[in-house]
């Protein structure tokens, strides 16, 4: 049985609220997942403390005993806060802990205000993330390098998440149950808590979540690159240098590290941006090719076939059927 490991920070001024929900709903979906399947993967939550100085430690929460030892986090999450800008600001040992992690192979995820924190880091360099609209203007001040997109609720960009407005928090909550758990299972679970499921992350298939946490630094340097080119950049030369090794090295090193070779990871991350721009948006095929770096629309609508199961038309129509009957 597969666990998913996910730290969740309390901060100083952290929405104390926000953070025991994420956890209560991520119990609730794995509940629903044991009584579908005794064997069924499970999400193991993890509560951080970070001090003043930004110290972070394991804590025991509901008399649960902290966990001890170095733990290798699928995902770390800042839920919100509300303190805003510029009075939340990341402490030196909190930036350095969570570069660590993200160094390491850890997602970093972050709600509403507490992006800043993500900012503070330097990860988000060339990212596209969301926040509340209210921080829009502070947040392209302080972090000109990062593109921000307030107009959508959450972006899942892999290996960094960002969600919107306060209350946002249910809706990172139920995109982790639907990456480790599966969509039938986040759909339970929303209906179980009556809360409104994330449109834009009920997929027919399975989106492509990329392997992080192989240990393999190199090859992770190489992974980050190719996310934050979004999957346009794959020229062999440039990912091994990114990752400072020779280039029959890079190869093998990469198809073993994340089970694929570095041309079928950047198609499956150019076809899942495809699969949202589908879904959400009223753009033609042919310029939806264009947008994710394909110039001849019959290799991607073939891509998109091999990888999803349905040529791009049909995925769109049974998408846009499905969702408004909900």
């Known amino acids: 049985m597969r666990t ?11 929405l104390q609220s926000a953070a025991s929900g994420i956890a209560d709903i991520l119990e609730v979906a794995n509940r629903i ?18 001090d ?11 008399k649960s005993e902290p966990r001890q030892g170095d733990i290798l986090y699928d995902v770390v999450v800042l839920p919100p806060s509300l303190e805003a800008p510029p009075n939340l600001e990341a402490p030196t040992l909190l930036k350095r802990w969570l570069r660590d992690r993200h160094n390491t192979g850890s997602s970093l995820a972050s709600v509403c205000v507490s992006v800043f924190l993500l900012g503070d880091t330097g990860v988000l360099d060339g990212r596209t993330v969301t926040t509340h609209w209210v921080y829009a203007d502070a947040f392209r001040d ?5 593109q921000l997109d307030t107009d959508r609720l959450l972006i899942d960009g892999g290996d960094i998440i960002s969600a919107g407005g306060l209350m946002a ?40 979540v990329p392997r992080m946490t192989h240990g393999d630094a190199s090859i992770l340097k190489a992974q980050h690159f190719i996310q934050q080119q979004e999957g346009k950049e794959v020229r062999l030369s440039i990912l091994a240098e990114r990752a400072g090794l020779e280039e029959r090295t890079f190869l093998r090193r990469f198809q073993k590290a994340t089970g694929f070779t570095a041309l079928e990871y950047a198609q499956r991350l150019r076809i899942s941006k495809a699969q949202e721009l589908l879904q959400f948006g009223k753009l033609s095929i042919e310029r939806i090719a264009w ?18 199961g349905l040529p791009p038309l049909d995925y769109r129509a049974r998408f846009k059927a499905e969702a408004s009957r909900q």
């Open 4 to 14: 998913a490991e996910v730290g969740i920070v309390y901060y100083n001024g952290v």
């Open 33 to 50: 997942a044991r009584a579908r399947d005794e064997g069924a993967p499970q999400i193991r939550v993890t509560h951080l403390a970070a």
């Open 52 to 62: 003043d100085n930004g110290c972070v430690v394991p804590v025991g929460l509901d």
């Open 142 to 146: 302080r972090f000109p390098n990062v």
């Open 169 to 208: 928090w249910t809706d990172l909550a139920l995109r982790l149950v639907d990456r480790f758990l599966g969509p039938v299972v986040m759909a339970e679970t929303s209906r179980m808590m009556l809360i409104d499921p994330p449109g834009r992350e009920q997929r027919y298939y399975s989106s492509f």
């Open 291 to 308: 947008e994710v770096g394909y110039s001849d629309p019959g290799s991607f609508r073939k891509v998109f076939t091999r990888i999803v």
